[in-house]
């Protein structure tokens, strides 16, 4: 299994509303967790951390994925009275039913590719911290060779939209599943590329797409993780 | 900045007693934490993951690090009243004051490598849990170009005890820093190889290795996070 991730801000703006993070499974796998909270900058970051941390910590207890996101959901309702929201995905590798749990609190679609079929869930799905008893769409799929989930945060879905060219995210993973066989990196990489393109290199949103890729397992039993940090802060601070 | 961790199990164990996780800090940057519980297996994860959880919810609050392994010190010594320890590492972008705050508690040593200099951190330092009032040690360095840090779990330091051949870490460091200009991923796997041959290919131990590095910022302004995931296990089941 390989995961990448493709993640950049808003144009000029330095803190991302979006937040992703991973988590080890008490029962064996891994969960990633990603939330988009409302608006950008540091308000929007200050929510969707929360969220994370929120059902990252019963994640770890054990908690099933959908008890936890409607537990983030009702905490962030009970903390803002319905006026902030926050989109959800999580995708759960579970070593003990062989299969993938896929959470969905996110008007944003997802897809689910094996091969030349491409599914694109896209039923009706709420944001968490709109009202009480939020449900969260689950999705369960058997981890097979060639599975390829891709699922993001809807700084995809409107780029573009500025100039009245949106991006039509189905088409373009299509295109790109069609000609070659992508790493999870060079396709998250390629629709968040496009995404910024379409937004004139100065994206209007937030943007984090999220690619998870079943590959047979060749070469050795090492898990392997690499992060690049770009420290623009930093650079401006020396 | 450019992460990188290679991670495998104890020969025929199908959980690791190491936990690394990596949580975004509140005011900017991030954290990579990583424990390791006594003994292997079942035990030594959930100590671990204990430890883990407790740090990255005390450091997404605002707490500061060396705050937060005391912190998981005392929990986990009230818990198990000294009876179970665990290692800890945290290695801490704080963008603010532009510095890696690298926090140990492991009498395993860690590097700090710029260009031809590698300087070995090896103050005696104990592991969480053993008594009250645990310090940690706390080196914090400017993030510059060339920076690396290097840290990892005591199976790297007994990788090869078993056939009286020893792993010399800082030597196995200096000879492939000299040679080439390796990537953080490189660098790790390199380290981690050397200690599963030494093995004789059934690590004595759960052995992780964490590498950071700060290089000229080069290329576009995203974030990626990439991680493999070997599914022994669902292998297994299918």
Redesign the interface.
Known sequence: ?????????KYAV???GD??????R?N???SVVLADGQSSGRGA??IS?MVV?KVI?LL?EGVRDGAAARAASDALFTDKQGKVISTLNIAS?D?RS?TLVLTRNNPAPMFICRGEQIDILKEESIPLGTSRNIRPLITEV???PGLIIVMYTDGLVHAGKRRGMPMDVGAMLRSVLEDQDPT??EL??TL?AQAVSLDDNRPADDISVLVLK?TP?SG????????????????R??
Chains 1, 2 share one sequence.
């Open positions: 299994m390989q995961i990448a991730v493709a993640k950049v801000n330095s803190e991302s937040t992703l993070e991973v988590v080890e008490p064996g796998g891994l970051k200050a951390l941390r910590g770890a590798v070593l062989g058997a981890i097979e999870p990196q998250a990489d968040l079943v397992l050795d039993n090492v898990r392997r993780m690499a992060v690049r940090l770009p420290l623009d802060g930093v650079a601070l020396s």
